[in-house]
């Protein structure tokens, strides 16, 4: 890794040694520089779990991705400066379908610093933009919304909610098992091929906003949210790639397909 590519990629300037401001400025960098998308999918390439490519497709081609790559190099990142940082797995609560989906379904980041712990994550769609502190039954407010953390019997859960101090919507469910990037290989393929999963059935793209607000393509529809309030504007099919490289910075190679198709529940109940 360079690191110094890696930082301009996501706009960070300043100290890199390993402290709480650091860990809060290189995740809300990252969130306000990288998407989270699916558009390898839907270009016929291949995504493999392997950090050259990884870095290569985010950092120097101007990327984003989803989960396993976003999280799986910025763990890289975070360790490469020292950062006590291990990646452990989620299931992520798909708000379409209302259901969680499979073990290993999502990767997210357990950071230990000065003796306190901290969830991030920087591949998810409805994500925060500071890190979160992990104490149970507590409220993080912030500029994108109110998240709560909640922990039962080892299982921490991460909720938002509209309104402090009543129940909201899951978002994912999680335990401190370490993980290793490989790990979710084969959930890395599930995702690129399953009808139960959002990666395959939606061709999209979505960046934060410094101000909590968030930019969405998906399919042939360009989605503004603001909190709760979204505006949607339909687009052809000949708008789509200015559109990604205007609005995302994003220009793809290969034969684009946009894709928008229903989600089928995945087969467990929760």
């Not at 081609?61 to 890289?76: K, S, T």
């Not at 401190?176 to 059935?201: N, R, V, W």
């Not at 960046?207 to 042939?220: A, C, F, I, P, V």
Request: glycine letters at 8%; charged letters at 25%.
């Amino acid at each position: 890794m360079d690191v110094r590519w890696y930082l301009l990629r996501i706009g960070y300037q300043g100290p890199a040694q390993p402290s709480l401001e650091t860990l809060h400025r290189l995740h809300r960098c990252h969130l306000l520089s990288v998407p989270f998308e699916s558009l390898s999918i839907h270009c016929q390439e291949p995504i493999a779990l392997a950090l050259p490519l990884l870095y290569d497709k985010i950092v120097r081609r101007h990327r984003g991705g989803f989960c396993f790559e976003l999280n799986g190099l910025f763990l890289w990142l975070l360790q490469t400066l020292g950062f006590c940082a291990k990646a452990v797995a989620g299931r992520v609560r798909n708000r379409f379908t209302g259901r969680y989906g499979p073990p290993l379904d999502h990767m997210v980041i357990w950071v230990q610093l000065d003796g306190r712990s901290f969830l991030c994550d920087v591949g998810f769609g409805e994500g925060f933009l500071d890190p979160l502190e992990l104490k149970p039954d507590t409220e993080h407010v912030q500029e994108g919304g109110i998240f709560w953390l909640g922990n039962k019997e080892g299982v921490w859960v991460l909720e938002r909610r509209d309104v402090p101090g009543e129940q909201g919507r899951p978002l994912y469910q999680f335990t401190l098992q370490e993980k290793k990037l490989d790990d979710f290989t084969g959930m890395c393929l599930y995702h690129q091929t399953s009808p139960s999963s959002i990666f395959a059935c939606k061709s999209f793209c979505s960046l934060q906003k410094e101000d909590g607000s968030r930019l969405t393509y998906m399919g042939w529809r360009l989605i503004s949210t603001v909190k709760e309030k979204r505006t949607e504007t339909v687009l052809q099919s000949s708008e789509i790639l200015a559109v990604l490289r205007e609005k995302f910075g994003i220009k793809l190679r290969g034969n684009f397909e946009p894709k928008d198709e229903d989600i089928l529940p995945p087969p467990e109940e929760d």
